[in-house]
């Protein structure tokens, strides 16, 4: 006998919803197995080129030098500006360096993500000071 397209309709509902449930539960395995080896081998994401990670820096990095190149291309068309003052905001230098990439953090504000990674995977903060 042949089904009806609402029966089919319902079998491909129920069918789908124990796919999503196995898939759901396949993950959960994959993601522990991953985290287990990732700690072991002490990697972060940044460590493994992600592409989320990597996408993330050079986009900001393609962000930077575009905004850099329009500022550069303003000031050549503008004449200087008279400086009215000393800017009151005072550069702080770096307190913490990063030994493989050589990023510097002077400890205000967030914490750079090298540094977050770095601490999950185990080290301490004070191994980043630059003495």
């Known amino acids: ?19 999503n449930k196995i898939r759901k539960e396949e993950i959960a395995h ?11 081998y002490q990697l972060s994401l940044h460590d493994l080129g992600a592409a989320g990670v990597a996408a993330y820096a050079s986009a900001r990095k393609s962000i930077s030098d575009s905004k850099a190149a329009a500022g550069k291309a303003k000031a050549a068309t503008k004449a200087p ?15 913490y360096k990063h030994a493989k990439s050589g990023a510097t953090w002077s400890g205000r504000g967030k ?13 301490k903060r004070d191994s980043f000071l630059i003495k």
Not at 1 to 19: R, W
Not at 31 to 37: F, G, H, L, M
């Open 30 to 40: 994959v993601k522990k197995a991953i985290q287990s080896k990732m700690a072991e």
């Open 111 to 123: 914490t750079p993500r090298w540094m977050a990674d770095e601490i999950k995977a185990g080290k």
């Open 81 to 95: 500006a008279k400086s009215k003052g000393k800017d009151k905001r005072s550069v702080v230098k770096p307190k």
């Open 1 to 19: 006998m042949k089904k009806s397209y609402k029966q089919l309709m319902n079998d491909i509902a129920q069918m789908t919803s124990t796919a």
